[in-house]
């Protein structure tokens, strides 16, 4: 079941439009080797069983987790804006139930997070952000859709408990990291948590929205330093095709209090804004800082703002 299932999503993919699993939120690939032979497809979505009734699937954007439940399913985060990896997505989560997804949790805004909302409340789902989500999608623009995502329908501020038949799913946000609107989802009877893009794996680097998004870099810390102290053993990244262990989210932790302390540094040592980006050493963290997501005058300006401020 599962390989004809996989073979024919391979198949299918083939003829996916090139953008369907570019990441919104994630810096273009390390522009290194660039042979001239033809760009592979992405591999087919996938879906895996984490832990009992909690599943990780990922391709199509964004990661998404799946909790079932004998009266329907809640989602986390909904992928890329398109029929292609929506029916990827519907078709793998009948794999593994025959009830609705009753629930779905939008993780930020980004568009290969929200994607296919628009498709789950049609269908009688209620989808769930943080409150000020619609607020930043009013001025979000993309590439990656034909229009922006439909915004989240029940709103919560700072926490929200989520209860689906005996399951229950803890929502924080816990100030702006990735966006201004981020919301972790903690599931406490699985002893899982899904981080959306406050935690990314290789090659995707972490990275931001400060600008439309609210993002803060700060705040990307704080978050994880929070998650850090409830009680689980399994996390999901918003990005990498596998999760990570509570060791392994405190080394990137780590990582990322590095990258604040040196960007602090060379601001206290007086780097002009325009050599701040190219003067950070993070080869030993793993991370090429820089590109779209980190370099342009405009990020540069309020990364500057924020970490000058003692
Ligand atoms: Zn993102
Ligand atoms: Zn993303």
Do not use: C
């Not at 439009?17 to 996938?46: D, I, L, V």
């Amino acid at each position: 079941m599962k390989t004809s299932l996989a073979a024919l999503l391979a198949s299918a993919l083939i003829a996916a439009p090139a953008f369907a699993q570019a990441p919104e939120a994630a810096p273009a690939p390390a522009p290194a080797p660039a042979p001239a032979a033809p760009r592979a497809p992405p591999p087919p979505m996938t879906i895996t069983k984490i832990k009992p009734n909690l599943y990780f699937i990922v391709g199509g954007g964004g990661n998404s987790e799946l909790l079932t439940t004998k009266s329907g399913a809640l989602l986390v985060d909904t992928k890329n804006l398109n029929d292609k990896d929506y029916g990827d997505l519907m078709m793998l989560i009948g794999s593994v139930t025959d009830k609705k997804v009753r629930v779905v949790i939008d993780t930020h805004h980004h568009a290969d997070h929200t994607g296919n909302n628009e498709k789950f409340l049609a269908a009688g789902a209620k989808v769930i952000g943080q409150e000020t989500m619609p607020k930043i999608l009013e001025k979000y623009t993309t590439r990656l859709a034909p229009h922006t995502p439909f915004a989240p329908t029940t709103l919560y501020r700072r926490r929200l408990p989520v209860r689906i038949y005996h399951s229950k799913v803890q929502l924080y946000h816990f100030g702006g990291g990735h966006t201004g609107a981020d919301t972790i989802v903690y599931f406490p009877q699985e002893r899982a948590i899904a981080f959306g893009d406050l935690l990314v794996e290789d090659p995707t680097v972490p990275n931001y929205d400060a600008g439309n998004g609210g993002g803060s870099l700060l705040g990307f810390q704080d978050s994880l330093a929070q998650a850090l102290k409830l009680n689980w053993d399994v996390a999901f990244p918003g990005h990498g095709g596998k999760p990570l262990s509570k060791a392994e989210v405190r080394e990137y932790k780590g990582k990322i209090d590095q990258l604040i302390s040196r960007i602090q540094a060379l601001i206290a040592a007086g780097t002009p804004k325009d050599k701040l980006i190219e003067s950070l050493k993070t080869d030993d963290l793993g991370w090429k800082i820089g590109g779209q997501f980190w370099a342009p005058p405009e990020r540069v300006d309020a990364l500057y703002a924020e970490l000058s401020k003692k």
